[in-house]
């Protein structure tokens, strides 16, 4: 006698879906969060460049993942002596502009690779994560033959879904380039030998294109977080009064970080006033002591805490993310304390006096994170 069956062999070997389709609604619900490779270079020599395409992704770009490790060749003789801004000057510019030639990252190393991480908000936390060095990725740079890794994100994203880039169109991805800094601007000048070789892997966060829906997409599509380091003039001379102006911006700001170096290239704090004015338009908006300032950062940023984390020398920070608390809580961001400019815009830094600087004229750099949005800026909670 056969045996009855209680399903036919097609109901069985049904696919079942991985994921529940989520009605329409917003983009974090209809999308999932992936990670892809864009492209790994090895055998790089010290003073080249890496131009290598950016591969199509079927979503959004969060951020560019990279990580930089340096290879032994051979052994490093003569005096090696690590630059103050080592490994992170291992590139003397990087650059990441839209399809359109739009500078969206730009700047030399040690700012974009370390400083927008450590200020920027975007990637890493308080818990010391917002630095290479505290990465379970990171080994520090041997003297003795060159050989480290560190690992930093390029980021597109600023708050929530909010700033990424279109990755579906391969005619229409982002840029990215490193030039390579020289080797002895990192292992020093008097050093010799055999270098190391230079390898860049390059990964993606992205966010998938929606399932099953029409018209989800991410919030303000086509809003950019740019970080430029630009110059500010004029140079600060020992002991002197001076207001050090920034160069016309516009946007809405949410960071700036101010850089000094003395007339060697070295960062120093020297320079800094006892009591600092960052004037907005010729009104002084802050007006602060330099130990008020430094306490706000430790605050904002988790430097000075109970992890392995201070502020970088010669580095000062005005953090415009704190809608929400007294820190940056990275992508968890309202936006309403984001500071509003346009082309016509002065921001000034107010040196009366500056301190004494051992090698003087010192000069001040601006890391700005500067969002251009589509249309209105969008705050509040748009995901929620």
Known sequence: MANSQNATAQEAGRPQPQTTVEPAGPFVRNSQ????P???VTGGAFGGTVTQPLVARPGYFRNF????????????????SLNAD?????????QVKDAFGTPLLVGDGYSISYLVGLYGGSFGLLNGTNTPAN????????TTTGAGTFSYSLPLEFSKAYGVLSAANASLLPTLQFNYNTATNIFGSSSTGVYPTIGTQVDTDFYWLPEGTAGVEPPGLGTTRQWQVVQANPQISSGASARVQFPRLGGYLDTVVAIVRDSTGARTDSAWPTRLQWYVDGVPLVDTTMTE?????????????QVTLSRPTGTIAFCRKTSLNQNSLGLLDTGETFLSTNPATLLELNFSPAGTISNSPATLSCLVGQIVPTGALITGLPEL
């Open 65 to 80: 993942r990279v990580t930089h490790t340096l290879t032994t060749t051979g052994t490093l003789t003569g005096t090696v």
């Open 293 to 305: 300032l430094y306490d706000d950062m430790a605050i904002q940023f988790g430097l000075g805490s």
């Open 33 to 36: 969060a992936g990670r892809a």
């Open 38 to 40: 864009i492209y790994n």
């Open 86 to 94: 080592a490994p992170y000057n291992l590139n003397s510019l990087i």
């Open 135 to 142: 990465l379970p990725s990171y080994s520090a740079i041997s």
